[in-house]
Every structure is written in structure tokens, then in C-alpha cells.
């Protein structure tokens, strides 16, 4: 079924059965189209961002046991806080239905990963954990076809809920750059 792109000018159709040229051009078009339809039905970029920032955090005190001794309490920290974090986004792709509850423990982990490791991972760790985390949070499950969510706001391609959930994290990041670039003075 061809479908138009909400009846703007220059937009090209879309297709909603799978079919199109990756399916002619790729092996396993059926197993494509399942792993497709279980990875739309869930927070998927959202729990790969939580099991990224997890493993980021995991590289540094998984060296040999005598760089993890000498680490010491952070090292300790850095695994407990990176194995949680990676539970975490197999939370949000297995059990979607609890995103509210795992962002929100994601989010105070990923957090507190700045104080606790090395800087959260060098900050990388901890901005993909905050980015997972928020991005979870703000995800919302699509209706299935014939079902009718009164309090969802009708968006007709689908794209309002998608651009919250990637600008979010970005204006977080943006607004955190800004407001480290002032000058601090001493009050008098």
C-alpha cells in the first residue's frame, strides 16, 4: 500500500507493507520485516543509547585485576553503575510496558556515574546514559491499528513524538554547554 507523505508537495511515498527496494536487494526480507516490527514496538534506539553508555563505563575497570585494585572504590562503582545500566536497556527492549520506572533509575545512575567514576566515563558514558534514559522516558507506544488513544494528539505521520525524543537530549546537552561557557566571579 502506497501512502503520500501527508499531502505535502515534494514529498515522496512511503510504503507501510515492508516491500521496496532494500526487500528485492537484501537476503532474508521475512526476517527483516519481523526484527523491523519488534524493534517499532519498543524503545529501541533508547535501550542501544543505556546498553552503549553501560558498556562505555565497563571498558576502563574490566582491565586487569591489579588496575582494578589500584582504582579502587571507583572501579568498584564503575561496574555496578555500567552492568546496571546495560540491565537497563535490555529493561526498556524486553519489558517495554515499565520505561517510566527504568529512565527514571537510569537516569539517577547515569547522573551519578559523574561523581562515582571517572567523570561518568570521560562524559561519554554519562551523556549516552542520560540521552538513553531521557529518550526512554519519553517514548510512548504506538496504537495498534483500530485502536483509538484519546489523549494521544493525532499526528499524522507519526513524527511529532519521534522529534521530542531526539531534540530533548540535544536541547539538554545544548543548555548545558551554554551555561558552562559564563564566567564564575566571587560574590562580594
Same mark, same amino acid.
Do not use: C, K
Given at each position: 500500500?502506497?501512502?503520500?507523505?501527508?499531502? +505535502?508537495?515534494?514529498?515522496? *511515498?512511503? !510504503? $507501510?507493507?515492508?516491500?521496496?527496494?532494500?526487500? !528485492?536487494?537484501?537476503?532474508?526480507?521475512?526476517? +527483516? !520485516?519481523?526484527? !523491523?516490527?519488534? +524493534?517499532? $514496538?519498543?524503545?529501541?534506539?533508547?535501550?542501544?543509547?543505556?546498553?552503549?553508555?553501560?558498556?562505555?563505563?565497563?571498558?576502563?575497570?574490566?582491565? *586487569?585485576? $591489579? =588496575?582494578?585494585? %589500584?582504582?579502587?572504590?571507583?572501579?568498584? /562503582? @564503575?561496574?555496578?553503575?555500567?552492568?546496571?545500566?546495560?540491565? @537497563?536497556?535490555?529493561?526498556?527492549?524486553?519489558?517495554?510496558?515499565?520505561?517510566?520506572?527504568?529512565?527514571?533509575? /537510569?537516569?539517577?545512575?547515569?547522573?551519578? %556515574?559523574?561523581?562515582?567514576?571517572?567523570?561518568?566515563?570521560?562524559?561519554?558514558?554519562?551523556?549516552?546514559?542520560? #540521552?538513553?534514559? #531521557?529518550?526512554?522516558?519519553?517514548?510512548?507506544?504506538?496504537?495498534?491499528?483500530?485502536?483509538?488513544? &484519546?489523549?494521544?494528539?493525532?499526528?499524522?505521520?507519526?513524527?511529532?513524538?519521534? $522529534?521530542?525524543? =531526539?531534540?530533548?537530549?540535544?536541547?539538554?546537552? #545544548?543548555?548545558?554547554?551554554?551555561?558552562?561557557?559564563?564566567?564564575?566571579?566571587?560574590? &562580594?
Amino acid at each position: 500500500m502506497l501512502l503520500t507523505g501527508g499531502g +505535502r508537495s515534494g514529498v515522496r *511515498p512511503f !510504503r $507501510t507493507d515492508g516491500g521496496g527496494r532494500l526487500d !528485492r536487494r537484501l537476503p532474508w526480507p521475512d526476517q +527483516r !520485516r519481523v526484527v !523491523r516490527r519488534w +524493534r517499532r $514496538t519498543r524503545p529501541f534506539w533508547a535501550g542501544l543509547l543505556l546498553i552503549l553508555g553501560g558498556a562505555e563505563l565497563l571498558l576502563i575497570p574490566l582491565s *586487569p585485576l $591489579t =588496575v582494578l585494585v %589500584s582504582l579502587g572504590l571507583g572501579g568498584i /562503582a @564503575a561496574l555496578g553503575i555500567g552492568i546496571a545500566l546495560v540491565v @537497563a536497556g535490555l529493561f526498556l527492549w524486553l519489558l517495554p510496558h515499565t520505561h517510566h520506572y527504568v529512565s527514571v533509575n /537510569a537516569m539517577i545512575l547515569s547522573v551519578l %556515574s559523574f561523581a562515582a567514576t571517572n567523570l561518568g566515563g570521560f562524559l561519554v558514558g554519562m551523556l549516552l546514559g542520560i #540521552a538513553g534514559s #531521557a529518550m526512554g522516558f519519553a517514548w510512548t507506544p504506538v496504537p495498534q491499528d483500530g485502536e483509538e488513544d &484519546p489523549g494521544r494528539p493525532r499526528v499524522r505521520d507519526g513524527q511529532g513524538t519521534r $522529534t521530542l525524543a =531526539v531534540l530533548l537530549p540535544v536541547a539538554m546537552a #545544548a543548555g548545558l554547554v551554554a551555561h558552562g561557557s559564563g564566567r564564575a566571579e566571587a560574590v &562580594p
